[in-house]
């Protein structure tokens, strides 16, 4: 089993930025991708980010492409999503994944973005 942990959602105005992490403990060995999806009230759950737990190549939405950055830290087990440039349409809850295969196995709890204009 994985854990997915999430941390670093919050307030903030527009033009500003966050950055989210998600670290992920357990058997994590298998994990060969962890990504960041989105939803918002009343939107269903979209992609934001991927990235290759042993390449790093990312891959991005096109709604948040040049904004976001996912990066890893193999050491740490964690994936950091930096958020810049926020737009209120980019208010949702963010949660981490972790695939195994061509799946998402495992899930965070969310943490909460919100920019306010």
């Known amino acids: 089993q994985v854990q997915l942990v999430e941390s670093g959602g919050g307030l903030v105005q527009a033009g500003g930025s966050l950055r989210l992490s998600c670290a992920a403990s357990g058997r994590t060995g298998s994990v060969v991708a962890m990504a960041w999806f989105r939803q918002a009230p009343g939107k269903a759950r979209e992609f934001v980010a991927t990235?290759?737990?042993?390449?790093?190549?990312?891959n991005y939405a096109d709604s948040v492409k040049g904004r976001f950055t996912l990066s890893r830290d193999i050491a740490k087990n964690t994936v950091y999503l930096q958020m810049n440039s926020l737009k209120p349409e980019d208010t949702a809850v963010y949660y981490c994944?972790?695939?195994?295969?061509?799946?998402?196995?495992?899930w965070g709890q969310g943490t909460q973005v919100t920019v306010s204009s």
């Open positions: 990235i290759s737990w042993t390449s790093g190549s990312t």
């Open positions: 994944a972790a695939g195994r295969s061509r799946q998402y196995d495992y």
